[in-house]
């Protein structure tokens, strides 16, 4: 799988919305992308999410590669919908429908990741799928902050160590 990315629609509308909790680290992951040509990809299903409320015409459409959903798509995600098996009770079975046709275009298009802010469905069922080997893509999510790292092939991101006092030594 390479770097390239899928643009969730919570992923957009944060990085539109300088209101949001995680617009700051939505734009570094943007700037990012943009300086290491990192290919950002907006699917038709999160365009036409994102203009239910609002203008597609405020995003910056001409750094994204717009991908529609088409038949091979669907028969993914049907697959990858019945490979779900189970879903939360509390989790809104349409919202995870055009996650799932995310997750989907994604891997078969060969898209490394898809960034997003939603922790409680696309995230956790991206999680799902891919540990279950029925996906490679891998979700980053937003309210981890920014990590560069995160487009690593394993997933190792960077973390902090607590160095241990040298005293008496």
């Known amino acids: 799988m390479s770097a390239m990315t899928l643009l ?4 957009l509308i944060t990085l539109v919305n300088d209101q949001r909790l995680n617009h700051e680290t939505a ?3 943007f ?8 290919p950002m990809y907006l699917s038709a299903i999160a365009a036409a999410e994102f203009a239910i409320k609002q203008s597609v015409a405020d995003l910056p459409l ?4 717009i991908l529609n959903f088409n038949m091979t798509h669907g028969q993914q995600a049907a697959r990858l919908w ?8 509390s989790d809104s079975r349409v919202a995870i ?10 891997d078969h298009e060969k898209i490394g990741f898809i960034l997003t802010e ?5 995230y956790k069922y991206c999680e799902r799928l891919r540990v279950d080997k029925q996906i490679q ?17 394993d997933g190792q991101t960077n973390f902090q160590f607590s160095h241990p006092s040298n005293e008496g030594l």
Do not use: P
Request: no cysteine.
């Open 62 to 65: 001409g750094d994204f590669r």
């Open 137 to 153: 893509t891998r979700a980053i999510t937003l309210k981890d902050g920014f990590d560069a790292n995160a487009f690593n092939d």
């Open 118 to 122: 939603d922790t409680s469905t696309l």
């Open 82 to 89: 019945n490979a779900l098996k189970s879903r939360d009770e």
């Open 27 to 29: 734009k570094q992951y």
């Open 31 to 38: 700037r990012y992308m943009l300086q290491n040509d990192v």
């Open 97 to 106: 429908r055009d996650d799932v046709k995310l997750m989907a275009q994604a």
């Open 8 to 11: 969730d629609t919570s992923f």
